[in-house]
């Protein structure tokens, strides 16, 4: 009976997780299911408690910081950004007049709907641009300033 208290007390602390965006009650969700493999195994409710605690605090020590690191976007990692990641800051051609309502460009052969960063700019076609970020299938993009990266 005690092994089934601990796995709903792990499915509920994982659920848990699902709404914040700590990365840390996963890990106590771990420490219950393996208590609750100790008491699947008949050990004592104290034994139960430091296998939680010992698998609880060994996860959150060692798995944490190598799941964080590895979270990071590729800026701050200095690794080469993949994805959606290294669109922002690439270079697009203005296909359609491009405002804070709508927009059209093209980024390396794809075309993308574009809204201007402020909403208040207008780009007209054939103009560069910069992306500064995307929301969705959305290019937030911004007057070419910069070099050719």
Not at 26 to 49: D, E, K, M, S
């Amino acid at each position: 009976m005690e092994a089934i208290l601990w796995i709903v007390l792990g499915i509920a602390l994982a659920i848990a997780e699902a709404f914040t965006a700590t990365l840390l009650i996963i890990f106590f969700a771990v420490g219950a299911l393996a208590a609750a493999g100790a008491a699947a195994l008949g050990a004592p409710l104290l034994l139960q408690v430091i296998v939680f605690a010992i698998a609880s605090g060994l996860s959150v020590g060692a798995l944490r910081p190598i799941i964080l690191r590895h979270a990071r976007p590729a800026i701050e990692t200095g690794d080469t950004p993949i994805g959606l990641e290294a669109i922002e800051a690439s270079q697009g051609t203005v296909l359609e007049e491009v405002d804070g309502d709508h927009g059209c460009i093209k980024i390396d052969g794809e075309i993308w709907q574009a809204r201007s960063f402020d909403g208040n700019e207008k780009y007209l076609p054939g103009e560069r641009v910069r992306v500064i970020k995307i929301k969705g299938a959305t290019a937030i993009v911004w007057r070419d300033d910069l070099p050719n990266i």
